[in-house]
């Protein structure tokens, strides 16, 4: 559509690779923290440190755009993208924060719809960090988005039916609130990571 | 302001009518779905089609920006207005399925503020479909915003008594678990009503 | 980057300072509102009252906008910022009601976390009066997104302990879920703050 000329720094692209792999080091970390016998504390503080890392790829980006005078595309989507992985990051940190203040390693074992949940955050990261070298000449990124989405369904429907398991009288009501609040992060990092899939989007469909 | 050569291309405005039409036909089905007796497993089936309608057009939407070369105004905004309308949609279906996945048909009768909140989505549905075609032209669109924000303020007084009610000692604690993500769904379906008034507010604004 | 002539026109400014102000009337209620004994109707009026005043301003900023050839940054920056600074008060106000409504001053006292939560707010409500002003020549403005953002991980760690706190025991049920609701509100008022100061930081990175 518009003409511009772009010249190639990789290292926002760089930026965002790391920062999708540093969300596949987040997505094993919960992955661990739900096996029964978890080391909870160790598994958290490690959430807390991958977290920072994040803060850090952020802020460098940030500093990056505004030290640049040509960005490979438009700033605010360079913005909103490197904060979309950021709020994915926040909500994978959140779940080992609040199982480890509530205490929820006491209960004999976490239903199977959480590990589902984990699952596919874990299938998102994968195909989020695969993708992100690709921004890189706009190419073959539909299949990820697609994918993305997908799973972001797939998540949306374990969710209901963790909901439904949580409020059928297995749990007493203070556990139910505890458990609730943990799966409504699995659920807010699932639809970040859809977020990120938006903006991939938005990109490749204004650049072409 | 800016001076731009716009073709006249209906079929974007075809696609927001009949997206803003298949969300009367939603609320309509919440109408139905909150009347003692309803066939609670048919209407929340009715919702998952009609919600895959919305997809449907919501995709051809996509489509449609992607293979045009030039649109009726901002592609972003066109991006927007339709994943707004799409919003309000997934949140109607939600509706349908919780009150069918968590089995909430067995109490006697819904809170009255519930049925207060369905008619206040019924009623923006309805000035929603009457104003899309009204796009066109960009004229006459302001009562119809205005009276969005107005409904959704109403929403959200009937939503407060509702979590007063839930909250008053009438039910048990899992009763109003369930109840309250019921109408939270409710709610966020009457604020995405307006999310998708603002939308066209900002059109109406950058165009003229 | 991009070269603009921007004439000065003040009452944009003055907009934002007002709103922002009325920001820290709003947490001085909050703060009333919190103690032992306070009337908490009158209080709650107030906050109605002052949210109308918020509605006012955002309203006639929008106008501004709309009768106004040149703004003194992105028309859509302006707009999201009026809005950012609306979304605040909202928040602020709906604590003050919701405590009214569900006649939580029947506790004794409010737990601790309470009253961390609302004196974060009051001061990133100060920090962002004492800002507004700045952004007439876009200056010295990193130090307050900074600590406006800082604040933001402070109340969210105050917030995080007050669930703890909430789902330790201490309490019944409902009395859990009401008080849910209350630091809800406390915590997306201070996200909201924080998009405030995302918003200016945007500006002030596009502008310089």
Same mark, same amino acid.
């Given at each position: 559509m518009r003409?511009?000329?772009?010249p190639s720094d990789n290292s926002f692209y760089e930026f965002f690779s790391r920062a999708a792999q540093n969300l596949v080091t987040g997505t094993e970390l919960l992955a661990e923290l739900i096996l029964p016998g978890a080391d909870i504390q160790a598994i958290s503080e490690r959430l807390v440190e991958v977290e920072h =890392?994040?803060?850090?790829?952020?802020?460098?980006?940030?500093q990056k755009i505004n030290s640049t005078f040509i960005a490979p595309f438009d700033r605010e989507d360079i913005y909103r993208l490197g904060s979309n992985l950021d709020d994915v990051m926040d909500h994978l940190e959140a779940v080992g924060s609040l199982v480890y203040l509530y205490g929820l390693t006491k209960m004999p074992a976490l239903p199977r719809e959480m590990h589902e949940m984990v699952d596919v955050l874990d299938r998102q990261a994968r195909v989020t960090a695969d993708a992100m070298p690709r921004l890189k000449?706009?190419?073959?990124?539909?299949?990820?988005?697609?994918?993305?989405?997908? &799973? +972001?369904?797939?998540?949306?429907?374990?969710?209901?039916?963790l909901l439904v398991r &949580?409020?059928?009288? +297995?749990?007493?009501? &203070?556990?139910?609130?505890?458990?609730? +609040?943990?799966v409504?992060?699995? +659920?807010?990092?699932? =639809?970040?990571?859809?977020?990120?899939a938006n903006t991939v989007e938005t990109i490749a469909v204004k650049e072409s």
């Open positions: 003409f511009r000329l772009r =890392d994040s803060d850090a790829i952020t802020h460098d980006l940030y000449g706009l190419k073959d990124l539909e299949d990820y988005w697609v994918e993305c989405n997908r &799973l +972001e369904n797939e998540g949306d429907r374990a969710y209901r039916m &949580l409020f059928s009288g +297995e749990y007493d009501a &203070l556990t139910v609130l505890k458990m609730k +609040e943990v409504e992060e699995l +659920e807010l990092a699932c =639809d970040s990571f859809e977020r990120v």
